[in-house]
C-alpha cells in the first residue's frame, strides 16, 4: 500500500506530459509576480500568487463540466439579454483568442452568439506593477441594457508540499478557508490563512453562524487573501457554498449567504454602462498576503481598470536584440519573448515551464531553465539571467547524502527555490545544462572577469563535474540510469548522452578560464563521452524520434557533423509530423550546429523557418499545456542563433 | 439519655430509607420488563457495510480495562482513556463505567454502519428509559421526527431497542428498516463485513487482548508439505509477513481493496510498477516472505526499504532480467536491479530454480543474501509479526508530516500532536502483535494478538 501511495505521488511529481482534467491554459498574463491563465474561452482557470510558480488561487473544473452551458470553475462572466443568459465558456459560442497586440500581455477574447447576435469582447491581464487581474467585457448586439455578473470558484492556498507538486489543482477539496462581502465597499473576499487548525475553522464557523461584523475577519493570520472589486455601481454581492447555488442566487437578484466557510463561491453584479452602443463592465481581482494588502492592491486596481478599455494595450518595450529581427521573424519572437517574460518569476529568477495546475506544471526543471536563462541572457536580459544562474548554482548539492549524489540538484524546483521533485529521482542533465550555459554565458567575457567567476563558483563547478564524470555504467561508460521524462522511469537515453557530454565539455572549458585547473580524470570522461556521442550521431536508425537536443558539437568528428546537420535539416521539412518541443529543439539545433560549422551546415531556408515557426505556434495553441517556457526560450534561442549570419 | 434518644431516631430514619430505596428499585426492576430478557437479541442496518456486536459489551470493556496490553497503552499514553471517558461523560452527563452501562443498557451491543455513518442498537432498559423521558420533558434535548440529538449524537427509540447513531438519516433508517439479530454471546466482539472478514475478539489467559480473524475467499494450493523452511529476516522488520500455498498478489490484489480517493491512480501506479517485475514473478512459489525493515520519512516523500522471499520445492519458471537491467551479485548468487526512479525506487532481484529475493534497496538485499540458509522449519500456513511501537513511530511522523503539509482536512500540526498522536502512542504501547494463521474451510484463520515487547516471537514458536 505504501509503495503504490507511493508510486502514485511520483507519477504525479513526474507528470509533464498527460492531458489535463480542466481546459487547458492558452493565454498567460503577468511579468513574473502574480500571473493569470486563461483558457480558450476566456475564463480565467489559473491565478498563481506570489509568482507563476506560486500555488494555484482557482479552483480547477472537470473538463466536461467547465465546458457545459452555466458552467462551473474558474471565473468567468455571464450576461443576460433578451431573458436568457449566455457564459463564458459556452461551447455553442464561437470564439477568438489573441492579445491586444504582438507585445501585449492583455488576452483579447470575443465570444460571439451568432443565434443571438450578441458579442462580448474581453479584455484581461495582469496590470502591470499591480498585485490584481483585471477582466473588462464590451457588449454589443445586446437590445436593452443586458445584466451582467462575474462568478469565481476560487480555491486560495499558501501551501507548497516539497517534492510533491500536487499542492493546488490535485488538492482543491483542501483548499479554501472563508469567504465573506463587504457590501458597503462593493467587494467580496475569499482567503485562506495559512495552515488553519481546528481552532481557526471552529471560529470562522463562529463568525457565519453569528453574521459577524466585517472586522472580526481580519484577525485571521496571513495567508491568501483573494478581493473582487468592480465597475460601479455595483447591483448584488453574492457568497456561496456551490458554483450552481451562487449562479442561481445571482440570476434570481437573491443575496444568499454574507459568508461562507468551506468552499466558497462569490460573485459580483455590476451595473454596465452604456459606451458606444454598446456596454461595458469590469472586474477586478487581487491578491495579497493579508486584507490589508489585498485591499490595498485592489484599490490601485481599481483606478487603473477603468481605462483599460480605452487606453492603448500595455505594449512592452522590445529588447533590441528582438526589435532589430528581420520583420519575418518578429511577431513569432516577440510572442515567445512575452511568455518567457510571463512565467520567469522576477524575484527568485527561476522559470516554470507552464502555469497549468493539471498537470502540475509550475515548476521550473534546470534542465529547461537553463536554457530559459540562457535565452534571457541572449535577449539582453542580463541580470534575470544571472540571478537565474546563481540559483541554479545555489542548488547543486555540495554534501553527498544517501540517494542525493553530491554534484547532482533536485530534478525540479519551486520557484522558492524548495525541491518539486522526490529527493531521490536522479536528473544528471540539469546540472550538465547548467555548466554548460554557465560557459555559453561566460565565454564572451573579459578574461579577468571569467577567471574571478570560475574561481567564485568553483567548489559548484567541481561537483558538478565530478557527479557527471562517475555517474557512469562501469559496463560501457554511458552516464547511469537517471530520469526520463518521457517514459517516466530511469532510462539511458541518447539526450541524456548528450547533455552529460555538453556539461563535461563546458566543465574542461571553465576550468581553463581558471588556468586549467580541471583534473585529467575529466578529460578522460569526455572523451568517452564524445565518442559515445559520435556514434549515436552516425548511426541514423538509433537517433531518437522524440526530442533529443544536440548542444555541444565542439570535437566531434566530420562524419558526426554531416550526419547531424543532415538528418536536422531533413526532420525540419516535414515539420508537420513533430510537435513543438521536438520542433523547438530541432530549430535550435540547426542554428547551433551552423554556429559551430558555419561552412560545413547550412542553414534551413527560410520558407522552411517559417514553416516550422507557423506549426509551433499551432500546435501550442492546439496542445494539452499553455504556452510553455520550455518552447519558448528555445524558439528564442533558434531565432537568434539563426538570424546571426 | 438525650443522645440515645437521638441515635434511635436516626437509626428509624435510616431504616425508612433503606426500606424506600428497596421498594424504589423493585419497582424499577418490575417496571422494567426487558431486565430478565437473555434472547442477545438487538437491531442492526438491514442494508449495512460492517457490524460490529458484543453479547456482553460490560463485560469485554472490564476485561479490556484488566488487560495487560490496555495497562502499557495506558501507562503510555494516559490522555486517551482520559478523554474517552470526559467525551461519554460531556455527552451523556454521566460517568460510565461497566456497572452502570449493564444498568442503563444491558449486555448486548450491536453496532452497523453504511454510508460513512454509524448507528449503534442496545436494550432500553428502565434507567435509560427513565432519563430520557426526562430529559425530552424538561427540554434538555432537542427532539425532531422521535429523534433527539444529544451533543452530536442522534438517539430514538425503537420498542425495546435504543438507536444511537451518528446522524439522525442512519437512525432513522435502522428505526424504519432494522433487522433484529442475536450476538454469539459471552466477552468479546465481533467485527462483520458481510464480505469475507469477520474478526473475533478476546482476551487470552496472559490477559492479553487476542483476536481471530477469519479471512474468507483466498485463493491458495493445498501445500505438499506438512512443514516448510522460513527464512530468518537478517534484522527485525517493522511488518512481516509469510504464506504458503498462497500467492501475496492475489491478497494484495486491488479489487479487494476498499474505496478511497485516489484508488483508480494507486492501481494504474501499481501496474506501472509491476511492469517492471520480470515476467512471471509471482507464478508458482510455495511460501512468500514479505517484510518491511524500515520507511525513511526524514524527507517529504517517504522511502520504504522492504524485501519479498518466496521458495518452491518444484522448478519455478525462469526469471529473466528486463531490458535495461544492471547485472549484480550478491554472497555468490547472480542477479541483477531494475532501474525505475532513483535509489529510492529500484528493484533488485535475485532468482534461481527454487528462490526468488525481491528488494528496493541494495544493503537490505546484501544482507539477505548474506543470511538466505538461515532459517527456521515450520508448519504454519501464514504469519503476520507487527512492531507496534516502530509502526506507531512511523505513523506519528507521517500524520505529523500530513499536517504541517496542509493534508489533513481542518486539522494543523498541534491538532494532529494532541488529537492523534496519543492513540498512537497507546498503539505503540501494546508491545508487539503477531498472528498464526492455518487454513480452515474456505478461508484462512488468522490467530493471534498483542504481545509484551520482545516476547511475540517466543511465545508463538
Given at each position: 500500500?505504501i509503495g503504490a501511495?507511493?508510486a502514485?505521488a511520483?507519477s504525479?511529481?513526474?507528470?509533464?506530459?498527460?492531458?489535463?482534467?480542466?481546459p487547458?491554459?492558452t493565454?498567460?498574463?503577468?511579468?513574473g509576480a502574480?500571473?493569470?491563465?486563461?483558457?480558450?474561452?476566456?475564463?480565467?482557470?489559473v491565478?498563481?500568487?506570489?509568482?507563476p510558480?506560486?500555488?494555484?488561487?482557482m479552483r480547477?473544473?472537470g473538463?466536461g463540466?467547465?465546458a457545459a452551458?452555466?458552467a462551473?470553475?474558474g471565473?468567468r462572466?455571464?450576461?443576460?439579454?433578451g431573458?436568457?443568459?449566455?457564459w463564458f465558456?459556452?461551447p455553442?459560442?464561437?470564439?477568438?483568442?489573441?492579445?491586444?497586440?504582438?507585445?501585449?500581455?492583455v488576452?483579447?477574447?470575443?465570444?460571439?452568439?451568432?443565434?443571438a447576435?450578441l458579442?462580448?469582447?474581453?479584455?484581461?491581464?495582469?496590470?502591470?506593477?499591480?498585485?490584481a487581474?483585471?477582466s473588462a467585457?464590451?457588449i454589443?448586439g445586446?437590445?436593452?441594457?443586458?445584466?451582467?455578473?462575474w462568478?469565481?470558484d476560487?480555491?486560495?492556498?499558501?501551501?507548497?508540499?516539497?517534492e510533491?507538486p500536487?499542492?493546488?489543482?490535485?488538492?482543491?477539496?483542501?483548499n479554501g478557508?472563508?469567504?465573506f462581502a463587504?457590501?458597503?465597499?462593493?467587494r467580496?473576499?475569499?482567503?485562506?490563512p495559512q495552515?488553519?487548525g481546528?481552532?481557526e475553522?471552529?471560529?470562522?464557523?463562529?463568525?457565519v453562524?453569528?453574521d459577524?461584523?466585517?472586522?472580526?475577519w481580519?484577525?485571521?493570520?496571513?495567508?491568501?487573501?483573494?478581493g473582487?472589486a468592480?465597475?460601479?455601481p455595483v447591483?448584488?454581492?453574492?457568497?456561496?457554498?456551490?458554483?450552481?447555488?451562487?449562479?442561481?442566487?445571482?440570476e434570481?437578484?437573491a443575496?444568499?449567504?454574507s459568508a461562507?466557510?468551506?468552499?466558497s463561491?462569490?460573485?459580483?453584479?455590476p451595473a454596465?454602462?452604456?459606451?458606444?452602443g454598446?456596454?461595458?463592465?469590469?472586474?477586478?481581482v487581487?491578491?495579497?498576503?493579508?486584507?490589508v494588502?489585498?485591499a490595498?492592491a485592489?484599490?490601485?486596481?481599481?483606478?487603473?481598470a477603468?481605462?483599460?478599455f480605452d487606453?492603448?494595450?500595455?505594449?512592452?518595450?522590445?529588447?533590441?536584440?528582438i526589435a532589430?529581427?528581420?520583420?519575418?521573424?518578429?511577431?513569432?519572437?516577440?510572442?515567445?519573448?512575452i511568455?518567457?517574460?510571463?512565467?520567469?518569476?522576477?524575484q527568485?529568477?527561476?522559470t516554470?515551464?507552464?502555469?497549468?495546475?493539471?498537470?502540475?506544471?509550475?515548476?521550473?526543471?534546470?534542465?529547461?531553465?537553463?536554457?530559459a536563462?540562457?535565452?534571457?541572457?541572449?535577449?539582453?536580459e542580463r541580470d534575470?539571467?544571472?540571478?537565474?544562474?546563481?540559483?541554479?548554482f545555489?542548488?547543486?548539492?555540495?554534501?553527498?547524502?544517501?540517494?542525493r549524489?553530491?554534484?547532482?540538484?533536485?530534478e525540479?524546483?519551486y520557484?522558492?527555490?524548495?525541491?518539486?521533485?522526490?529527493?531521490?529521482?536522479?536528473?544528471d542533465?540539469?546540472?550538465?545544462?547548467?555548466?554548460?550555459?554557465?560557459?555559453?554565458?561566460l565565454?564572451?567575457?573579459?578574461e579577468?572577469?571569467?577567471?574571478?567567476?570560475?574561481?567564485k563558483?568553483?567548489?559548484?563547478i567541481?561537483?558538478?563535474?565530478?557527479f557527471?564524470?562517475?555517474?557512469s555504467?562501469?559496463?560501457?561508460g554511458?552516464?547511469?540510469?537517471?530520469?526520463d521524462?518521457?517514459?517516466l522511469?530511469?532510462?539511458e537515453t541518447?539526450?541524456?548522452?548528450?547533455?552529460?557530454?555538453?556539461?563535461?565539455?563546458?566543465?574542461?572549458r571553465?576550468?581553463?578560464?581558471a588556468?586549467?585547473i580541471?583534473?585529467?580524470?575529466?578529460?578522460?570522461r569526455?572523451?568517452?563521452?564524445?565518442?559515445m556521442?559520435?556514434?549515436?550521431?552516425?548511426?541514423p536508425e538509433?537517433?531518437?524520434?522524440?526530442?533529443?537536443?544536440?548542444?555541444?558539437?565542439e570535437?566531434?568528428?566530420e562524419d558526426?557533423?554531416?550526419?547531424?546537420?543532415?538528418?536536422?535539416?531533413?526532420?525540419?521539412?516535414?515539420?508537420?509530423?513533430?510537435?513543438?518541443?521536438?520542433?523547438?529543439?530541432?530549430?535550435?539545433?540547426?542554428g547551433?550546429?551552423?554556429?559551430?560549422a558555419?561552412?560545413?551546415?547550412?542553414l534551413?531556408?527560410?520558407?522552411t523557418i517559417?514553416?516550422v515557426?507557423?506549426r509551433i505556434?499551432?500546435?501550442?495553441?492546439?496542445?494539452?499545456?499553455?504556452?510553455?517556457a520550455?518552447?519558448?526560450?528555445?524558439?528564442?534561442?533558434?531565432?537568434?542563433?539563426?538570424?546571426?549570419? | 439519655?438525650?443522645?440515645?434518644?437521638l441515635?434511635?431516631?436516626h437509626?428509624?430514619?435510616?431504616w425508612?430509607?433503606?426500606f424506600?430505596?428497596?421498594?424504589?428499585?423493585?419497582l424499577a426492576?418490575?417496571?422494567?420488563?426487558?431486565?430478565f430478557?437473555?434472547?442477545g437479541?438487538?437491531l442492526?442496518?438491514s442494508?449495512?457495510?460492517?457490524t460490529l456486536?458484543?453479547?456482553?459489551?460490560?463485560?469485554?470493556?472490564?476485561?479490556i480495562?484488566q488487560?495487560?496490553?490496555?495497562?502499557?497503552?495506558?501507562?503510555?499514553?494516559?490522555?486517551?482513556?482520559?478523554?474517552?471517558?470526559a467525551?461519554m461523560r460531556?455527552t451523556?452527563?454521566?460517568?460510565?463505567?461497566?456497572?452502570?452501562?449493564?444498568?442503563?443498557?444491558g449486555?448486548v451491543l450491536f453496532?452497523?454502519?453504511?454510508?460513512g455513518?454509524?448507528?449503534?442498537?442496545?436494550?432500553?432498559?428502565f434507567?435509560a428509559?427513565a432519563?430520557?423521558?426526562?430529559?425530552?420533558?424538561?427540554?434538555l434535548?432537542?427532539?425532531r421526527?422521535?429523534i433527539?440529538?444529544?451533543?452530536?449524537?442522534?438517539?430514538?427509540?425503537?420498542?425495546r431497542f435504543?438507536?444511537i447513531g451518528?446522524?439522525?438519516?442512519?437512525?432513522?433508517?435502522?428505526?424504519?428498516?432494522g433487522?433484529?439479530?442475536?450476538?454469539?454471546?459471552?466477552?468479546?466482539i465481533m467485527y462483520?463485513?458481510?464480505?469475507?472478514?469477520v474478526?473475533?475478539f478476546?482476551?487470552?489467559?496472559?490477559?492479553e487482548i487476542?483476536?481471530?480473524?477469519v479471512w474468507?475467499?483466498?485463493e491458495h494450493r493445498?501445500?505438499?508439505?506438512?512443514?516448510?523452511?522460513?527464512?530468518?529476516w537478517?534484522?527485525?522488520p517493522?511488518?512481516?509477513?509469510?504464506?504458503?500455498?498462497?500467492?501475496?498478489h492475489s491478497?494484495?490484489s486491488?479489487d479487494?481493496?476498499p474505496e478511497?480517493?485516489?484508488?483508480?491512480?494507486?492501481?494504474r501506479?501499481?501496474?506501472?510498477?509491476?511492469?517492471?517485475?520480470?515476467?512471471?514473478?509471482?507464478?508458482?512459489?510455495?511460501?512468500?516472505q514479505?517484510?518491511?525493515?524500515?520507511?525513511?520519512s526524514?524527507?517529504?516523500?517517504p522511502?520504504?526499504?522492504?524485501?519479498?522471499?518466496?521458495r518452491?520445492?518444484?522448478?519455478?519458471?525462469?526469471?529473466k532480467?528486463p531490458a535495461?537491467?544492471i547485472?549484480y551479485?550478491?554472497?555468490?548468487?547472480?542477479?541483477w536491479?531494475?532501474?525505475?526512479?532513483?535509489?529510492?525506487a529500484?528493484?533488485?532481484v535475485?532468482a534461481?530454480?527454487?528462490?526468488?529475493?525481491?528488494?528496493?534497496?541494495?544493503a537490505?538485499?546484501?544482507?539477505?543474501?548474506?543470511?538466505e540458509r538461515a532459517?527456521?522449519?515450520?508448519?504454519d500456513?501464514a504469519?503476520?509479526?507487527?512492531?507496534?511501537?516502530?509502526?506507531?513511530?512511523?505513523?506519528s511522523?507521517?500524520?505529523?508530516?500530513a499536517?504541517?503539509e496542509?493534508?489533513?482536512?481542518?486539522?494543523?500540526e498541534?491538532?494532529?500532536?494532541?488529537?492523534v498522536?496519543?492513540?498512537?502512542?497507546a498503539?505503540?504501547?501494546?508491545?508487539?502483535?503477531?498472528?498464526?494463521?492455518?487454513y480452515e474451510?474456505?478461508?484462512i484463520?488468522l490467530?493471534g494478538?498483542?504481545?509484551?515487547?520482545?516476547k511475540?516471537?517466543?511465545?508463538?514458536?
Amino acid at each position: 500500500m505504501i509503495g503504490a501511495a507511493l508510486a502514485l505521488a511520483i507519477s504525479i511529481a513526474l507528470a509533464q506530459d498527460e492531458a489535463p482534467a480542466a481546459p487547458p491554459v492558452t493565454a498567460v498574463s503577468g511579468r513574473g509576480a502574480l500571473t493569470a491563465g486563461l483558457d480558450s474561452n476566456g475564463v480565467l482557470s489559473v491565478l498563481r500568487f506570489p509568482g507563476p510558480g506560486g500555488p494555484d488561487q482557482m479552483r480547477q473544473a472537470g473538463g466536461g463540466e467547465a465546458a457545459a452551458p452555466g458552467a462551473v470553475g474558474g471565473g468567468r462572466w455571464g450576461i443576460e439579454s433578451g431573458g436568457r443568459w449566455y457564459w463564458f465558456g459556452d461551447p455553442r459560442a464561437s470564439t477568438r483568442q489573441g492579445y491586444a497586440s504582438p507585445g501585449s500581455g492583455v488576452i483579447e477574447t470575443t465570444m460571439e452568439w451568432p443565434d443571438a447576435r450578441l458579442t462580448v469582447r474581453q479584455r484581461a491581464g495582469v496590470l502591470p506593477g499591480h498585485e490584481a487581474f483585471v477582466s473588462a467585457i464590451e457588449i454589443s448586439g445586446a437590445g436593452s441594457a443586458p445584466r451582467v455578473i462575474w462568478v469565481a470558484d476560487f480555491a486560495p492556498v499558501t501551501r507548497q508540499i516539497p517534492e510533491l507538486p500536487i499542492r493546488d489543482g490535485a488538492l482543491d477539496a483542501l483548499n479554501g478557508f472563508a469567504a465573506f462581502a463587504n457590501r458597503a465597499a462593493g467587494r467580496v473576499w475569499s482567503f485562506r490563512p495559512q495552515n488553519p487548525g481546528k481552532a481557526e475553522w471552529t471560529r470562522a464557523r463562529g463568525l457565519v453562524a453569528g453574521d459577524a461584523a466585517l472586522e472580526a475577519w481580519t484577525d485571521f493570520a496571513d495567508g491568501a487573501w483573494i478581493g473582487v472589486a468592480s465597475s460601479a455601481p455595483v447591483i448584488n454581492l453574492v457568497v456561496a457554498s456551490t458554483p450552481r447555488e451562487l449562479m442561481g442566487a445571482l440570476e434570481s437578484r437573491a443575496t444568499l449567504l454574507s459568508a461562507s466557510v468551506g468552499p466558497s463561491n462569490v460573485g459580483i453584479e455590476p451595473a454596465p454602462v452604456a459606451q458606444g452602443g454598446g456596454y461595458r463592465a469590469w472586474i477586478a481581482v487581487s491578491v495579497g498576503a493579508n486584507l490589508v494588502s489585498g485591499a490595498k492592491a485592489l484599490d490601485d486596481a481599481a483606478i487603473a481598470a477603468g481605462g483599460f478599455f480605452d487606453a492603448a494595450p500595455e505594449t512592452a518595450v522590445l529588447p533590441a536584440e528582438i526589435a532589430s529581427l528581420d520583420p519575418k521573424f518578429l511577431p513569432s519572437a516577440t510572442r515567445h519573448w512575452i511568455t518567457l517574460r510571463a512565467l520567469h518569476d522576477a524575484q527568485t529568477g527561476l522559470t516554470v515551464r507552464d502555469v497549468s495546475a493539471v498537470p502540475p506544471l509550475a515548476r521550473d526543471w534546470p534542465r529547461e531553465g537553463a536554457l530559459a536563462a540562457w535565452a534571457l541572457f541572449e535577449i539582453g536580459e542580463r541580470d534575470a539571467a544571472e540571478r537565474s544562474l546563481e540559483a541554479y548554482f545555489g542548488k547543486i548539492r555540495s554534501v553527498d547524502r544517501p540517494r542525493r549524489p553530491l554534484g547532482s540538484m533536485p530534478e525540479s524546483l519551486y520557484t522558492d527555490g524548495d525541491p518539486a521533485s522526490p529527493h531521490f529521482i536522479v536528473d544528471d542533465r540539469g546540472p550538465a545544462r547548467v555548466l554548460w550555459v554557465a560557459d555559453r554565458m561566460l565565454r564572451d567575457r573579459p578574461e579577468a572577469e571569467r577567471t574571478a567567476w570560475v574561481r567564485k563558483h568553483w567548489k559548484g563547478i567541481e561537483a558538478t563535474a565530478e557527479f557527471l564524470s562517475t555517474w557512469s555504467d562501469a559496463r560501457y561508460g554511458a552516464p547511469l540510469y537517471a530520469v526520463d521524462p518521457v517514459g517516466l522511469a530511469d532510462a539511458e537515453t541518447q539526450d541524456r548522452l548528450f547533455a552529460v557530454h555538453a556539461g563535461m565539455a563546458a566543465a574542461l572549458r571553465l576550468g581553463d578560464y581558471a588556468g586549467g585547473i580541471a583534473p585529467e580524470t575529466w578529460r578522460v570522461r569526455h572523451a568517452q563521452l564524445r565518442d559515445m556521442a559520435e556514434r549515436v550521431l552516425i548511426t541514423p536508425e538509433k537517433w531518437i524520434a522524440g526530442d533529443a537536443l544536440v548542444l555541444e558539437f565542439e570535437g566531434l568528428s566530420e562524419d558526426a557533423l554531416v550526419q547531424a546537420h543532415e538528418l536536422t535539416l531533413r526532420r525540419l521539412e516535414n515539420p508537420i509530423a513533430l510537435g513543438d518541443r521536438a520542433l523547438a529543439s530541432l530549430l535550435l539545433e540547426s542554428g547551433l550546429l551552423h554556429e559551430h560549422a558555419p561552412d560545413r551546415a547550412a542553414l534551413p531556408s527560410l520558407g522552411t523557418i517559417e514553416a516550422v515557426l507557423d506549426r509551433i505556434a499551432t500546435t501550442s495553441a492546439a496542445g494539452s499545456i499553455g504556452p510553455d517556457a520550455r518552447v519558448s526560450s528555445q524558439v528564442l534561442l533558434a531565432i537568434l542563433a539563426l538570424r546571426r549570419p | 439519655m438525650g443522645l440515645a434518644w437521638l441515635d434511635r431516631k436516626h437509626a428509624r430514619r435510616g431504616w425508612i430509607a433503606l426500606f424506600a430505596g428497596a421498594g424504589l428499585l423493585a419497582l424499577a426492576i418490575g417496571l422494567d420488563f426487558d431486565y430478565f430478557a437473555r434472547d442477545g437479541q438487538a437491531l442492526v442496518l438491514s442494508e449495512r457495510e460492517w457490524t460490529l456486536s458484543s453479547g456482553d459489551f460490560p463485560g469485554t470493556w472490564s476485561s479490556i480495562e484488566q488487560s495487560a496490553a490496555f495497562a502499557r497503552a495506558a501507562e503510555k499514553a494516559p490522555e486517551v482513556p482520559a478523554r474517552i471517558e470526559a467525551w461519554m461523560r460531556q455527552t451523556t452527563g454521566l460517568r460510565w463505567t461497566p456497572l452502570r452501562w449493564n444498568l442503563w443498557f444491558g449486555p448486548v451491543l450491536f453496532v452497523s454502519g453504511a454510508d460513512g455513518a454509524a448507528v449503534a442498537s442496545v436494550r432500553a432498559k428502565f434507567l435509560a428509559r427513565a432519563g430520557f423521558a426526562l430529559a425530552r420533558a424538561t427540554g434538555l434535548v432537542d427532539t425532531r421526527d422521535g429523534i433527539s440529538q444529544v451533543s452530536g449524537v442522534h438517539i430514538a427509540r425503537a420498542g425495546r431497542f435504543f438507536l444511537i447513531g451518528t446522524s439522525a438519516e442512519i437512525v432513522s433508517r435502522l428505526r424504519s428498516s432494522g433487522e433484529r439479530w442475536s450476538s454469539l454471546g459471552g466477552t468479546g466482539i465481533m467485527y462483520d463485513t458481510r464480505a469475507e472478514l469477520v474478526r473475533a475478539f478476546n482476551i487470552n489467559a496472559d490477559n492479553e487482548i487476542q483476536l481471530s480473524i477469519v479471512w474468507g475467499g483466498i485463493e491458495h494450493r493445498t501445500p505438499a508439505r506438512a512443514e516448510y523452511f522460513a527464512i530468518e529476516w537478517p534484522e527485525a522488520p517493522i511488518l512481516s509477513a509469510v504464506t504458503r500455498g498462497v500467492d501475496f498478489h492475489s491478497i494484495a490484489s486491488t479489487d479487494r481493496w476498499p474505496e478511497f480517493p485516489g484508488r483508480s491512480e494507486v492501481e494504474r501506479a501499481w501496474s506501472d510498477f509491476e511492469a517492471l517485475l520480470p515476467e512471471g514473478w509471482r507464478a508458482g512459489a510455495d511460501t512468500t516472505q514479505f517484510a518491511l525493515f524500515d520507511v525513511d520519512s526524514s524527507e517529504t516523500i517517504p522511502v520504504v526499504d522492504a524485501a519479498v522471499f518466496s521458495r518452491s520445492e518444484s522448478p519455478l519458471l525462469e526469471l529473466k532480467p528486463p531490458a535495461g537491467a544492471i547485472p549484480y551479485e550478491w554472497s555468490g548468487n547472480a542477479g541483477w536491479m531494475t532501474p525505475w526512479l532513483g535509489e529510492g525506487a529500484q528493484l533488485f532481484v535475485v532468482a534461481n530454480e527454487r528462490s526468488r529475493v525481491f528488494a528496493n534497496q541494495e544493503a537490505t538485499m546484501a544482507k539477505v543474501m548474506a543470511r538466505e540458509r538461515a532459517g527456521r522449519i515450520t508448519s504454519d500456513d501464514a504469519r503476520i509479526d507487527i512492531d507496534a511501537a516502530r509502526l506507531a513511530a512511523v505513523l506519528s511522523d507521517l500524520a505529523r508530516k500530513a499536517a504541517r503539509e496542509e493534508l489533513w482536512p481542518e486539522r494543523n500540526e498541534a491538532d494532529v500532536e494532541r488529537d492523534v498522536v496519543p492513540w498512537l502512542n497507546a498503539f505503540g504501547a501494546l508491545g508487539e502483535i503477531a498472528f498464526v494463521g492455518k487454513y480452515e474451510g474456505e478461508g484462512i484463520t488468522l490467530r493471534g494478538g498483542t504481545h509484551a515487547p520482545a516476547k511475540a516471537a517466543e511465545d508463538l514458536r
